[in-house]
């Protein structure tokens, strides 16, 4: 664990992200930034933050297959398909799904789908349980520049633009989750 003082605990996290907050949190890979994904101003401020427009969409991350209820267009997918999402969670997969009515335009950008997770790593599901739903989930760092592994790779200017760090470790994977489509399977991002 981190030993940093400044640390958050998912318990702390929780009414700061109701407030409109932007934090940074572990998840499976690498250090991720999150916010209320219904929170238009948290979302366009994370996305200045991170320098990416908002036409590319953004992840969602939960920490139980209930936080996405009405999200996802499961009815949109042939019964395979959305058989083969749901066994792959809890777990470090990322599906683009059809999204319902109620993900926001700066959620999914300019896609008709929604990039969506289940996570099983222990910080994300205490903070997206204490918060009580999913979290926008994009790695923390400037575009273009390297996901940081560590705590301690994460960018210093970005760091003191944040309102809090989850405290935490990374679940250790090498490289951040593929992104795949939930339709056809086809990887969109390894």
């Known amino acids: 664990m981190d030993t940093h003082p400044d640390l958050l605990s998912p318990a702390d996290a929780a009414p700061l992200l109701r407030r409109g907050a932007v934090l940074a949190y ?8 999150g916010c209320d994904p219904f929170n238009e101003a948290a979302v366009r401020r994370l996305l200045t933050l991170k320098d990416r427009p908002v036409e590319k969409g953004m992840i969602l991350i939960a920490g139980a297959f209930e936080q996405l209820d009405g999200l996802l267009g499961w009815d949109a997918l042939p019964p395979a398909c959305a058989d083969e999402v749901r066994s792959s969670w809890p777990g470090p997969n990322t599906w683009v799904v059809p999204a319902t009515s109620r993900v926001p335009r700066w959620i999914t950008g300019v ?11 222990p910080v994300v599901v205490a903070v997206c349980a204490a918060f009580g739903g999913p979290l926008v989930s994009t790695s923390a760092n400037p575009a273009g520049a390297p996901p940081p592994a560590t705590l301690d790779a994460l960018d210093a200017a970005l760091r003191t633009s944040l309102d809090g760090i989850v405290g935490g470790e990374t679940g250790g994977l090498a490289r951040p989750t593929a992104i795949r489509d939930a339709r056809s399977g086809a990887v969109l991002r390894l």
């Open 26 to 33: 572990p998840t499976e890979a690498v250090w991720g930034l």
């Open 111 to 121: 896609h008709a789908g929604v990039a969506v997770r289940v996570s099983a790593h």
